[in-house]
T-cell receptor
Framework: DAGVIQSPRHEVTEMGQEVTLRCKPI?????LFWYRQTMMRGLELLIY????????DSGMPEDRFSAKMPNASFSTLKIQPSEPRDSAVYFC????????????FGDGTRLSIL | GIQVEQSPPDLILQEGANSTLRCNFS?????LQWFHQNPWGQLINLFY???GTKQNGRLSATTVATERYSLLYISSSQTTDSGVYFC????????????FGTGTKLQVIP
């Protein structure tokens, strides 16, 4: 079975540019989560969706960050404009249901903003 | 918010040794997961264990929800066990707003 698929695996871009990260959840999973991992702050939940609807975006650091889930099989996380401090590994995860279900992670996108 | 503390922060083991990793949490939780982040950065789900004991090969986990802790046991460690082990919890009554611990970095040497 295909797991959570993220693209790109690596992204290097200059500050000020728009960055778009993509995620395809496991088929049949109706909850999707975006995380950010840095050395300083560890793994942080940014936003999560249930049935394509954003439930909690309180972890989104600034208005420069936005996330969408136009359908059950696709989500994007955008940063515009990007800044060097946004450099991190961004993970997407999905689960079956909103409560009491394990989360399955993609391989992450390693983002470097120069 | 809920506090999730893991110990020890760092651990070096000789191959073949056993170890116990601990996760303490400050509030009642709906669920608890253990993850292994391998040296390539991949997060692998090891156990989903809100309570009780589970075993999978050389790994086992026990969660005592009433006392707010969980333990991950690694027996006969192998170099491929190296990486960072995270526990992650979400609050009882809450949705899937998962909080990760700070992790235990394990290095298994031959």
């Amino acid at each position: 079975d295909a797991g959570v698929i993220q693209s790109p695996r690596h992204e290097v871009t200059e500050m000020g540019q728009e960055v778009t990260l993509r995620c395809k959840p496991i088929s049949g999973h109706n909850s999707l989560f975006w995380y950010r991992q840095t050395m300083m702050r560890g793994l942080e939940l940014l936003i999560y969706f249930n049935n394509n609807v954003p439930i909690d975006d309180s972890g989104m650091p600034e208005d420069r960050f936005s996330a969408k889930m136009p359908n059950a099989s696709f989500s994007t996380l955008k940063i515009q404009p990007s800044e060097p401090r946004d450099s991190a590994v961004y993970f997407c995860a999905s689960s079956l249901g909103l409560t009491n279900q394990p989360q399955h992670f993609g391989d992450g996108t390693r983002l470097s903003i120069l | 918010g809920i506090q999730v503390e893991q110990s020890p922060p760092d651990l070096i083991l000789q191959e073949g040794a056993n170890s116990t990793l601990r996760c303490n949490f400050s509030d009642s939780v709906n669920n608890l997961q253990w993850f292994h982040q391998n040296p390539w950065g991949q997060l692998i789900n090891l156990f989903y264990i809100p309570s009780g004991t589970k075993q999978n090969g050389r790994l086992s986990a026990t969660t005592v929800a009433t006392e707010r802790y969980s333990l991950l046991y690694i027996s006969s460690s192998q170099t491929t066990d190296s990486g960072v082990y995270f526990c992650a919890v979400n609050l009882y009554g809450g949705y899937q707003k998962v909080t990760f611990g700070t992790g235990t970095k394990l290095q298994v040497i031959p």
